[in-house]
């Protein structure tokens, strides 16, 4: 019993010292204590920076210009269950909007008690407010008790605007953003051969500003095949 004991003992004694040594030859030979950068790594991988690439789609100006009350009085739908919008109805869940495109905000609708979120705001119902406020009330105004979400929609946001300004008018609108792109080819201003604004010209470029059959005046006497051509000769 002993020498089988023994036995078996000196076998995983063995295997151990095989296992240990293999551990530490593939140690050295991998380098596992001191890992090395590859003289040529494989791959790496451009993650695009956070927001790249991301349409910020048409400007405001540019969506109310082309926006259909029609289409806002489908989307206004769903906020009837809280709201009015013809003139002289009553207060809902929340205030009438009769009037409230250019009205002064958390004030237009008498009687509501409005939250100190929003009478307390500041400013006046421009599109560019409602248009913050339809796309998230509580990011506009925290701690508002309106619990809709808000529409992500920019073109839905235009719509419904385009609606309420059809219950007692709205201010003008702001103008849409026209994109300037450069002319291939064309100079920019100060660019390319002519006088630069503030800075007087000197001999080759007042030439190159020239037409061609212009002359270009020089400091130099006329001269003929004799020499120089004296003054009144």
């Not at 969506?63 to 489908?74: C, M, P, T, V």
């Not at 450069?182 to 390319?192: K, N, P, Q, R, S």
Request: one cysteine or more; hydrophobic letters at 40%; a negative charge.
């Amino acid at each position: 019993m002993d020498d089988k004991f023994n036995t078996a003992s000196g076998w995983v004694l063995f295997a151990g010292i095989i296992a240990l040594g293999a551990s530490i030859g593939s140690g050295m030979y991998f380098h596992a204590d001191s890992p090395e950068m590859p003289e040529e790594p494989g791959y790496f991988i451009d993650a695009p920076e956070e927001g790249a690439g991301e349409d910020a789609g048409p400007d405001l100006g540019t969506l109310l210009a082309s926006a259909d009350a029609a289409a806002g009085e489908a989307v206004f739908a769903k906020c009837t269950a809280c709201h009015t919008i013809e003139q002289g109805a009553a207060n809902g869940i929340g205030p009438n909007l009769y009037g409230v495109m250019g009205a002064a905000i958390g004030a237009h609708a008498p009687g509501f008690a409005y939250s100190s979120a929003l009478s307390e705001h500041g400013g006046e119902w421009s599109w560019e407010n409602m248009d913050d406020w339809l796309a998230s009330p509580r990011a506009f105004a925290s701690g508002t008790k309106m619990s809709f979400a808000g529409l992500s929609d920019p073109e839905d946001r235009a719509n419904v605007m385009e609606y309420l300004s059809t219950f007692g008018g709205a201010p003008a609108k702001p103008e849409p953003v026209v994109a300037v792109e450069g002319v291939e080819g064309l100079d920019g201003a100060g660019e390319g051969p002519g006088v630069t604004e503030g800075a007087a010209p000197d001999v080759p470029e007042a030439a190159g500003a020239m037409g061609d059959e212009q002359p270009v005046p020089t400091n130099q006497p006329a001269t003929t095949n004799d020499g120089p051509l004296k003054p009144g000769g």
